[in-house]
């Protein structure tokens, strides 16, 4: 899915035929939880590097292109600059430099960087399932991981296909809000004198996009719902057998894994 901004690029499966492509949906469900609890609790820098290394082979072997990469949009950039600029004037061990009473360190920014880079890892990560995996495959695959769950009587099959149609929906979200959000940005804009005018009018400006876009998010779900009502809810088709890829894939991991947990946590 690209937004209408032109910016954000998410879940849009990429037209090749690589090895990631032809990898059990199941295999990259699993493999993509296991490597984001084991950044999670060892967010070391070479553990970042290692899971970075695999993420780099994964898209070298899985045929995806650079330009299937995601682009912020400037104000996220501009927002990651303000908190990297506040991490150092937080301070922290060791200290770059003084200022009278005012210490300026490089602990908080270490720190504001070393959680960037764990989410880039985690979005990287969550891309490249994107990328290689069709949506249509995900509500089996979760179906096969929550079935489990059937002991105790819970509605497997509804809630893989709630997931699917979650799945589904974000894109169309996104897709509304990045449409009013070009629409807001050409309107033509009225100056206001006086800081009270001027801010009354930006609150009245938001109010009416927001009022735009739950209109319009209103009137795809029911344009969702009167098409599932006439073509019915499918339940999940069964998933096939695991092949050698599967394994090949399940050993990298399970290396990478073993390397993150032999490496020094710091």
């Known amino acids: ?49 290692a899971i970075a290394a695999t993420i780099v082979f994964a898209g070298v072997i899985g045929g995806i292109p650079w330009s299937a990469r995601p682009r912020l949009p400037r104000v996220f950039l501009i927002g990651i600059g303000v908190s990297l600029g506040l991490s150092v004037i ?29 989410t880039v890892v985690i979005l990287a990560l969550t891309h490249l399932l994107g990328w290689t995996t069709s949506m249509t495959a995900l509500p089996p695959a979760a179906a096969w991981f929550l079935r489990p769950l059937r002991v105790v009587r819970l509605p497997v099959d509804e809630l893989a296909t709630a997931l699917a149609l979650a799945v589904r929906a974000l894109p169309l979200l996104l897709d ?3 449409i009013a959000a070009m629409v807001w940005r050409r309107r033509p804009r009225v100056v206001h004198r006086g800081g009270r005018r001027r801010v009354r009018a930006l609150a009245v400006e938001i109010v009416d996009v927001m009022g735009t876009v739950t209109s319009s998010t209103v009137r795809r779900s029911m344009d969702l719902g009167d098409t599932l009502e006439r073509r019915g809810l499918d339940a999940p088709r069964a998933m096939g057998g695991f092949g050698r890829r599967d394994l090949v894939a399940a050993s990298i991991v399970g290396a990478t894994v073993v390397v993150i947990a032999l490496l020094p946590p710091a």
């Open 90 to 118: 937080a301070g922290g061990d060791p200290v770059l430099a003084s200022v009278g009473s005012w210490d300026f360190g490089a602990g908080g920014l270490l720190a504001q960087l070393r959680f960037l880079a764990v």
């Open 1 to 49: 899915m690209t937004s209408a901004a032109g910016g954000l690029t998410l879940l849009r499966v990429v037209p090749r035929e690589g090895a990631l492509h032809r990898l059990d949906p199941r295999t990259k469900i699993a493999a993509l939880v296991v490597l984001i609890l084991t950044v999670s609790f060892r967010p070391s820098w070479a553990g970042l590097g």
């Open 176 to 178: 509304e809000m990045s």
